[in-house]
């Protein structure tokens, strides 16, 4: 069984507008799409900024509304679950957020900051608490005496640690990686990476990895679904991806990652301009009569394309 099963997930915003304030449209931030993740699986939701990857990201932690479609945890749909209930089914998921600056509360102790997930769900004395936030705040690479400082005297990389050790106290299954490392120095982003990858074997952890760059989570995913407008336009194992992307949107994502070596960066750039042009020209093509990016066919056991 999948860990995590998402089924044809909507989330409408309605856009109000008139002087009644009433509902005249909605935004389709996700608009359908669908995916499973299994135990110790990095999955990565790649597309360009306001397609819908953070929209989608929560609604499976249950910070967005969901307006249809169902969210199948460990087999359970948590989508339907409200309050305590909720709580209680999703203490297995946590997210690691975009920005480490403004994530964290700045008024509170690193000690607070970790050990808040472990007060909501276990009763543990002082000591313990003290114990087990500082053998965290030490497994991601921090001083111990880090626990009695404050976020702004931490750098970036650092900052990223604390947001890492904090949701990992409930040991969860899934954890949502939310852009962590596009606030970062390249230089640290690696590192972060990296970093995530040795817990990831540690902890036995599944991600549900976000991104706008394909280029970022070329060597971390196993499989990987390209979203557009609120939609799946390709979905498929890394290498599918990588290696022989079908749709013009996926291919212009991968046109967009930068060459390192000088000497093929002007073959690049004739390549990205000929992606352009085809995107360009192709665009209509991608929509049905109504608007909609088509559904997902399956072109082999693990690769599929949004094709009519
Ligand atoms: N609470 C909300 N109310 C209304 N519209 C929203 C809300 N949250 C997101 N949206 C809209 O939904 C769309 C998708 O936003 P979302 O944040 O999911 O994009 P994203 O793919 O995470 O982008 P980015 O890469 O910039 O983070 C955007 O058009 C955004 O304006
Ligand atoms: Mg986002």
């Known amino acids: 069984m999948s860990l995590l099963k998402v089924n044809d997930l909507k989330v409408h915003f309605p856009i109000r507008g008139g002087f009644f304030k009433r509902v005249v449209d909605y935004v389709r931030a996700t608009d ?4 499973e993740i299994e135990p110790g699986e990095t ?3 790649v597309g360009e900024s ?3 990857k953070t929209t989608t990201g929560r609604a499976v932690i249950g910070l967005n509304h969901v307006t249809s479609g169902e969210i199948l945890f460990e087999g359970k749909d948590i989508a339907k679950l409200r309050g305590k209930e909720k709580r209680l089914h999703t203490r ?10 403004s994530s964290l509360n700045s008024r509170k102790r690193v000690l607070d900051i970790v050990a808040e997930p472990l007060r909501n769900f276990e009763r543990l004395s002082p000591d313990e608490e003290l114990s087990r936030v500082q053998a965290l705040v030490e497994r991601v690479g921090l001083n111990p005496e880090a626990v009695y400082r404050y976020p702004h005297q931490f750098s970036g990389g650092q900052r990223q640690r604390i947001g890492i050790a904090r949701a990992l106290t409930l040991n969860p299954k899934l954890i949502i990686a939310d ?3 596009s606030a970062l120095d390249v230089s640290v982003q690696a590192q972060v990476l990296n970093f995530m990858q ?3 074997k540690e902890f036995n952890l599944s991600y549900l990895f976000i991104s706008h760059d394909l280029g970022v989570v070329q060597h971390l995913c196993d499989r990987i679904g390209i979203m ?3 939609r799946l336009v390709e979905e498929g194992l890394a290498e599918d991806i ?3 992307p079908q749709h013009i949107y996926t291919k212009r994502l991968i046109s967009a990652i930068p060459e390192m070596d000088p000497a093929k960066r002007l073959e690049k750039t004739h390549l990205r301009q000929a992606i352009d042009e085809e995107y360009y020209a192709g665009y209509e093509q991608s929509f049905d009569e109504n608007g909609r990016l088509f559904d997902l066919k399956k072109i082999s056991d693990s690769h599929s394309v949004s094709t009519p």
Do not use: A, H, W
């Open 50 to 52: 306001g397609c819908g």
């Open 228 to 230: 557009y407008r609120g």
């Open 242 to 244: 990588y290696e022989n």
């Open 179 to 181: 852009e962590p490392v």
């Open 198 to 200: 040795d817990i990831q």
């Open 32 to 35: 359908g799409i669908s995916f």
């Open 92 to 101: 297995d998921i946590q997210m690691i957020f975009q920005d480490p600056y």
């Open 43 to 45: 999955y990565g939701l």
